[in-house]
């Protein structure tokens, strides 16, 4: 009979096997993919496994604080937190193609990633928590023939590079069945419920330049529409949602005087896979709430609007 437990322990041993004495390397992302796989590395192996988190600066509210205090207090697990912020910022100052973007976030990841490894040294393996749908994805990804709609930001390209082998225990696992291991790791139902976030963070929810001061006022906004959600009882009902911050500005009143800020965009999309989804359906005094609590807790926002698109035609995130 196959349990996860059953599954935990086998695969523990094979990660032993496969890794020996070396030193292994792990690139966490703050996510609950590569979480879940560096919790089950770390179990197998110990200390001979080194977690390497690169903090772009572009995570939400209060996120990196979590992920630091998990691994290195709860767990236990070495753990490097390289602050990028300001590189990944100043790369991104007058960019505003979301391909370029993308591009040039991934490009600039593996580059941090790749100089944090060296000076750990003497790894001989990279762990990541690739899934099975991102074994699939390689091949066709988002269900088109050779279409790439938007590039994905992995670690792609960079064991070849470091002369490292792959160490990936999750292989053959489905996204309910990582969730489920998590448990068994003892992660938490909210750690392991958490909903999906682009490699690329923030950066492609802000349309057009991005800047520290338009990610922070983004933070604030994402984090009351996010514990909305979470008071409403509807968090795990969705697959995903989130809050984007449009490069226009409207006009509008506060009090007496004449506002003249940032329109703010909310989506919330149901979905099994997230190659399809479907508007997520709040009832309109939700909405309101929403709206209401925004505009008058978060200065530079002064109108929010709801995404009523299911994909296709849209895609999930706006860039
Ligand atoms: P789209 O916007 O293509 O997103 O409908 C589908 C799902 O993929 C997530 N997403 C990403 N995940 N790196 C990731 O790890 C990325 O570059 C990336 N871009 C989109 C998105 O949040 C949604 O869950």
């Not at 338009?214 to 968090?235: F, Q, V």
């Not at 995903?240 to 409207?250: C, G, K």
């Not at 007496?256 to 989804?277: E, K, N, P």
Request: contains cysteine; negative net charge.
């Amino acid at each position: 009979e196959w349990t996860m437990a059953g599954f935990r322990a086998a695969k523990i041993e094979e990660i032993r096997q496969q890794v020996g004495s070396a030193k292994v390397i792990c690139g966490l992302s703050g996510g609950v993919d590569s979480s879940v796989a560096a919790v089950l590395i770390h179990e197998a192996i110990g200390d001979q496994l080194t977690c390497v988190y690169v903090d772009h600066g572009l995570m939400r509210a209060g996120e990196s604080e979590q992920v630091v205090s998990l691994f290195r207090n709860h767990y236990n697990i070495p753990l490097v937190h390289v602050n990028a912020e300001t590189l990944f910022l100043n790369g991104l100052a007058g960019v505003t193609d979301p391909e370029a973007k993308r591009k040039f976030i991934g490009k600039t990841f593996i580059e941090v990633f790749e100089e944090e490894a060296k000076k750990i040294g003497g790894a001989q393996f990279l762990a990541q928590g690739t899934l099975y749908p991102d074994v699939i994805e390689s091949v066709s990804f988002s269900g088109g023939p050779s279409v790439t709609i938007k590039s994905h930001h992995n670690v792609g390209g960079l064991p070849e590079r470091m002369d490292l082998k792959l160490v990936e225990p999750l292989r053959e696992l489905f996204k309910d069945e990582v969730r489920l291991l998590g448990k068994e790791l003892g992660l938490t139902d909210a750690f392991v419920g958490r909903h999906p976030f682009p490699g690329p963070g923030l950066a492609i929810r802000i349309p057009g330049e991005v800047t520290k001061e338009r990610c922070d006022i983004l933070r604030k906004a994402d984090a009351i529409y996010l514990e909305e959600i979470r008071n409403a009882g509807l968090y795990d009902a969705i697959w995903q949602a989130f809050a984007v911050l449009l490069p226009v500005r409207t006009v509008g009143v506060m009090g007496d005087h004449r506002t003249y800020d940032s329109v703010c965009g909310l989506r919330a999309v149901t979905s099994v896979d997230g190659m399809t989804a479907d508007v997520y359906p709040f009832d309109a005094a939700f909405l309101s709430r929403v709206a209401t609590r925004i505009v008058n807790e978060v200065q530079g926002i002064n109108r929010v609007v709801y995404d009523y698109t299911s994909k296709p035609p849209g895609t999930i995130e706006w860039e």
